[in-house]
Each structure stands twice: as C-alpha cells, then as structure tokens.
C-alpha cells in the first residue's frame, strides 16, 4: 500500500509564501509522475502543476509565474513552493501519484496504483 502525506499548508496574507510538501510512504519502487492539484469550495478539483521523474514540470497557466514543484525522487517527496499568493488561490492542496509501482514486479508488470492525499488547506487573506 502507498499513501501520500500533505503538510505545509495554513493561513497566510495575500503576497504571501508557503511551501507544500508532499511524502510517499509504504511498499514504492518507483512513482512516475506527481502533482498537485487543488480544489476551492464550490469548485471542481484543478491540476496546479505535475512533475516528472526527470523533473520536466507542468504548470496551470494561472499559477506558472509563481509556484515552483520540485521532487527529491530518493525521499520519494514532492514540493510545491508558492509565492505570491492570492485570495484565489485558497484551496484544498492535493498530492497525486498518477502511477506508483509498489514492486519491481509490478513495473514489469505494468501494475501500478493512482494515490491521493488527504489535502493540505491552504488559505489566503485578503
């Protein structure tokens, strides 16, 4: 079984910075891509950025200027670092796996799991 463990999030003023961090754990030999994705109340959950092993990052057009994801693949930890932070940006922060193989078997087996979060809140005063 893997899980992913959000921390960093909390309540910061507009123009403001934090740091999201991101924590594989359990049965992993490797994780492909990892991203995160936030969902504001009343909204559907949005992709904010995903990174791959190789570190090639992907970004939503709203955020790209300012939040930078970053993965240390030995830790099996993924990074968001936010800057200047908007009301707009409040959200539940997300962690996703898109393809985590638990064994070695299982990579040459194709036999992977898509993981979730449990969500870091991340809220933003005007």
């Known amino acids: 079984q893997v899980q992913l463990v959000e921390s960093g999030g909390g309540l910061v003023q507009a123009g403001g910075s934090l740091r999201l961090s991101c924590a594989a754990s359990?049965?992993?030999?490797?994780?492909?891509?990892m991203g995160w994705y936030r969902q504001a109340p009343g909204k559907q959950r949005e992709l904010v950025a995903t990174?791959?092993?190789?570190?090639?990052?992907n970004y939503a057009d709203t955020v790209r200027s300012r939040f930078t994801i970053s993965r240390d693949n030995a830790k099996n930890t993924v990074y968001l670092q936010v800057n200047s932070l908007k009301p707009e940006d409040t959200a539940v922060y997300y962690c996703?796996?898109?393809?985590?193989?638990?064994?070695?078997?299982?990579?040459?087996?194709?036999?992977?799991?898509?993981?979730w979060g449990q969500g870091t809140l991340v809220t933003v005063s005007s």
């Open positions: 990174i791959t092993p190789g570190g090639s990052a």
């Open positions: 359990g049965s992993i030999f490797s994780i492909n891509r």
């Open positions: 996703n796996a898109d393809k985590a193989f638990p064994t070695y078997r299982d990579y040459l087996d194709n036999r992977y799991l898509e993981v």
